[in-house]
């Protein structure tokens, strides 16, 4: 089993307490998050990712309860084992394309030895996803939307860490790049070692997933 979450509860400075369903995810599975706005569902996601912190109830990464680890433990937990795709894409504006998706690798030990060649590994995946060299050779100010949500793709999956996290991955994509992405996100994990958690409103991806989690809201 890649990920477990039990009992997981968060409540805000307001007031307003969110309740989140068990998970277990295993290797070779992809879920897809769904909920209506305000239910939490970035929340999550910031929860599973280390970001923040948790309150009540426990998760389980590769063995490794969130609990027992430090902060420097958890960053590092979070670099090794989780590539995560932004919502706000999160790229350096004054790095290329290429040099952004290559960041993951920077701060991973553990990725870069599932690396053989990386000026390879981010041209494959590139092309996959619709992206030429001329692309990915450019700074995020003269990119799309769309091909700098693409970027933040490559960076997420590179190193094949064991949990793919990703918030609206394809909201700024048209049918075809979205398409291409799912097709390249099947293709690219590796269903002895990876699975996938996927934010959507996009009811096209409904089918394209293992199961389908609700999540809801309790004040």
Do not use: C
Request: aromatic residues 6%; proline residues 5%; hydrophobic residues 40%.
């Amino acid at each position: 089993m890649i990920l477990e979450t039990q009992q997981l509860t968060y409540q805000y400075k307001s007031g307003k307490t969110l309740y989140f369903p068990d998970i277990q995810l295993h290797t070779d599975e992809k879920i897809l998050v769904v909920g209506s706005s305000g239910s939490g569902k970035s929340t999550f996601l910031n929860l599973l990712s280390g970001v923040l912190p948790i309150q009540k109830g426990s998760i389980t990464l590769n063995a490794h309860n969130y609990a027992t680890q430090t902060r420097q433990q958890l960053d590092k937990l979070r670099a090794d084992h989780i590539g995560i795709i932004f919502q706000s894409l999160n790229l350096i504006p004054y790095l290329s394309g290429f040099e952004n998706a290559a960041l993951s690798l920077q701060f991973s030990k553990e990725r870069r030895t599932h690396v053989s060649d990386i000026d390879t590994s981010i041209k494959q995946l590139a092309e996959g996803l619709g992206l030429t060299s001329e692309i990915l050779a450019k700074q995020p100010k003269a990119m799309s939307i769309g091909q700098q949500q693409r970027i933040s793709v490559i960076r997420a999956m590179l190193g094949k860490p064991a949990l793919i996290l990703a918030d609206e991955p394809t909201s700024a994509l048209d049918p075809i790049a979205t398409e291409r992405f799912m097709t390249e996100l099947t293709r690219s994990i590796d269903p002895a070692k990876q699975a996938v958690i996927v934010v959507s409103h996009n009811p096209a991806l409904f089918p394209l997933f293992d199961r389908v989690v609700q999540i809801g809201e309790s004040a």
